[in-house]
C-alpha cells in the first residue's frame, strides 16, 4: 500500500523563492515611479543661461586720432563705469568673435530702385563675416517679415541671404520701428551672445503700431549693436536719417550715409570690419535695480604708448525681467 507524497522542501523553496521574486518586482516598480516622479524637479532648476542674466556685455570700438582701430590692449587698460560707479570687468575679448546679426531691409515702395544694390551690399557682408556668424533678414514695407531660409532660423550661406532678399519685391508704406521690434525679438533665439542689427532705409516711417520709445527701450535691454545704411535723396518726403542716427548712437553702433558715387556695398564692408574690429568687455553690476530702469554706461581706457584714444560704445542699457523666455517664433505676411 503506497502513501501519499506530502510536499517536500523543494516545492516550499520554490514557493518562497517566487514570493521574494514578487516583491523584489514590487519594490523595482515602486522605485522606477518614484524616480519619474523625482526627475521633474531637476528640470525645474534654473538653466544654465540664468547664471549670466546680470551679465553685462559691452562691445567697445578703440580708435585712435586718424579713426585706426588700436590693437594690442589688455584689461588692465579699461576703466568701466556704471551710474558712476567702478565696475570689475569678468569678461575681455578682442577680434573677430561670433556676432548673429539681423539684416533690417526695408522694401517699401520708395526703395525700389536701390534694392539690387542692397541685394549686393548684403551678399559683400556675408562673405567678408566671420564664417562662424549666423545671420537672418527682416524684410519690412507696411507687414514685417522675419525670412525663414530653408526652414531656418539663422544662415552662413550668402547665397541664401541674397535669395531671401531677391524674393520680396518692393511695394507699399514703411514700418520702419515694427521691423525693428521684430529683429531684435528674433535676436533672442540666438546662439552667440553678441548681437547686431544692420537696418538698410531711409528711415521714414508711415506705417509702425510702435513708437519710436517703445522700440528704444527694447534695444537697451537686448544689449544689442544697431547700425545703419541711410539711403536717402528719393522723392519720398518721409525721409528721416536723422531718427537711424540717433538709435545708432544710442545703441553703440554707427549709421552709414553713402556719398554719391559711393556704393552700398563699401558702407557694408565698415559695418563688417567694425563688428571684427572689437573689444567685448563684460561684467556683472555691483547694484542691482528694478528691470527697465535705465543704467547709464561710460568705458574710459588709457594707454599711454598709443596717444589719445576714442571709445565708442552704448550709452547705457536697461535690465530686462529675470528668467523672461522668447515667445513662439512667428512670421509676418509679405
Known amino acids: 500500500m503506497s502513501t501519499p507524497i506530502s510536499p517536500g522542501p523543494d516545492r516550499r523553496t520554490l514557493r518562497w523563492f517566487l514570493a521574494v521574486l514578487f516583491l523584489l518586482l ?20 534654473p538653466p544654465k543661461i540664468a547664471v549670466s542674466v546680470n551679465l553685462v556685455l559691452i562691445p567697445a570700438s578703440v580708435t585712435d586720432t586718424r579713426g585706426e582701430f588700436v590693437p ?9 563705469l556704471e551710474d558712476g560707479r567702478p565696475q570689475e570687468l569678468t569678461v575681455f575679448e578682442v577680434g573677430d568673435t561670433p556676432v548673429t546679426v539681423g539684416l533690417v531691409v526695408d522694401h517699401s515702395r520708395s526703395m525700389g530702385s536701390k534694392l ?3 541685394a549686393v551690399a548684403v551678399y559683400s557682408f556675408a562673405h567678408t563675416s566671420n564664417p562662424q556668424d549666423e545671420m537672418f533678414v527682416v524684410d519690412f514695407n507696411d507687414n514685417v517679415s522675419i525670412e525663414l531660409m530653408k526652414g531656418k532660423a539663422f544662415t552662413s550661406d550668402p547665397k541664401e ?5 531677391g524674393a520680396v519685391s518692393a ?12 529683429g531684435l525679438h528674433h535676436l533672442q533665439y540666438a546662439h552667440w551672445q553678441k548681437k547686431a542689427l544692420i537696418i538698410i532705409s531711409d528711415g521714414g516711417d508711415n506705417a ?20 545703419s545704411i541711410v539711403l536717402v535723396g528719393s522723392d519720398n518726403v518721409e525721409e528721416n536719417p536723422e531718427l537711424l542716427r540717433r538709435i545708432s548712437k544710442d545703441t553703440g553702433g554707427m549709421a552709414y550715409f553713402p556719398h554719391p558715387g559711393e556704393s552700398v556695398e563699401s558702407a557694408s564692408a565698415k559695418i563688417a570690419r567694425d563688428l571684427r574690429e572689437q573689444y567685448t568687455l563684460g561684467y556683472i553690476p555691483q547694484t542691482l535695480k528694478q528691470a527697465g530702469a535705465f543704467r547709464k554706461i561710460e568705458v574710459k581706457v588709457a594707454a599711454p604708448a598709443h596717444g589719445k584714444l576714442h571709445v565708442r560704445t552704448r550709452q547705457g542699457y536697461s535690465p530686462a525681467a529675470v528668467n523672461s523666455i522668447p515667445a513662439p517664433l512667428e512670421t509676418g505676411a509679405k
Open 161 to 165: 541671404l541674397q535669395e531671401a532678399l
Open 208 to 227: 509702425s503700431h510702435l513708437k519710436y520709445a517703445q522700440v528704444l527701450a527694447q534695444a537697451r535691454q537686448s544689449q544689442a549693436l544697431i547700425y
Open 171 to 182: 511695394r507699399g508704406r514703411t514700418a520702419l520701428y515694427d521691423a525693428i521690434s521684430q
Open 26 to 45: 514590487l519594490i523595482l516598480v515602486f522605485t522606477r515611479s518614484l524616480a519619474m516622479q523625482v526627475t521633474p524637479v531637476k528640470q525645474q532648476a
Open 116 to 118: 539690387p544694390a542692397v
Open 72 to 80: 594690442g590692449l589688455q584689461a588692465g587698460d579699461f576703466r568701466v
